[in-house]
Structures are given as structure tokens and as C-alpha cells.
Nanobody
Framework: QVHLVESGGGLVQAGGSLRLSCAVS????????MAWYRQAPGKQRELVAE???????NYADSVEGRFTISRDSAINTVYLQMNSLKPEDTAVYYC????????????????WGQGTQLTVSS
């Protein structure tokens, strides 16, 4: 069974930094793309950063220059380094894996993590 587990959320002051991690388990053969989304209360879930299978990572305009997505394919883990945090970054952050294949199945599937809370105080 495939699981995505996020960690690293918490409380930080404005201007601070934090790193989120997402580890994927469940006999993973390959993953095409991984991404981070976030959702604030009363708002829609939005894409924060994406690490595609080809090409360069891309970011939402609101986090460009402050956040960095990275990926370690050897351990099926994606990270989000967040610097110069602002109160408007406060949200639940979700990990997403697309085009995932397991050793048990060659079918391409996608999965969501359970989310981790980030709160930035002013």
C-alpha cells in the first residue's frame, strides 16, 4: 500500500525558515513528478512548487525566490525549503506524487499526503 507522509511543519516567526519533507513508501518503482500544495482555511488548494520528471522546478509567484523544492529519487523523498516566511504562508501543506508506479503494478497512479500544518506568526 502506498503512503505519503509529510513532516516538518510547525510554528515559526515571520522571516524564519523551515523545511518540509515527504517520504513515499510502498514498493515504489518510479514517480514522474512530485509537488507541494497548500490550503489555507476558507481558500482553495493551490500549487506551491512542482518538481517534474523533466525540466526545471517551477513555483507559484508568491513563493518564487523564497522556497526551494528538491528531490531525492533514490529514497522517494521530496523536500520544500521555505525561507523568509510570511504570515500569508500559513496553511496546511500537502505532498503530491504523480505518475507513480509500484513493483506490484505497472499502472500510473497519483497520491496525496495527509498534510502538515505551517503557521507563521507576525
Amino acid at each position: 500500500q502506498v503512503h505519503l507522509v509529510e513532516s516538518g511543519g510547525g510554528l515559526v516567526q515571520a522571516g524564519g525558515s523551515l523545511r518540509l519533507s515527504c517520504a513515499v513508501s510502498g514498493g515504489i518503482f518510479s514517480i514522474d513528478a512530485m509537488a507541494w500544495y497548500r490550503q489555507a482555511p476558507g481558500k482553495q488548494r493551490e500549487l506551491v512548487a512542482e518538481f517534474p520528471s523533466v525540466g526545471r522546478p517551477n513555483y507559484a509567484d508568491s513563493v518564487e525566490g523564497r522556497f526551494t523544492i528538491s528531490r531525492d529519487s533514490a529514497i522517494n523523498t521530496v523536500y520544500l525549503q521555505m525561507n523568509s516566511l510570511k504570515p500569508e504562508d500559513t496553511a496546511v501543506y500537502y505532498c503530491y506524487a504523480d505518475g507513480l508506479r509500484t513493483y506490484d503494478s505497472g499502472a500510473y497512479q497519483h497520491y496525496w499526503g495527509q498534510g502538515t500544518q505551517l503557521t507563521v506568526s507576525s
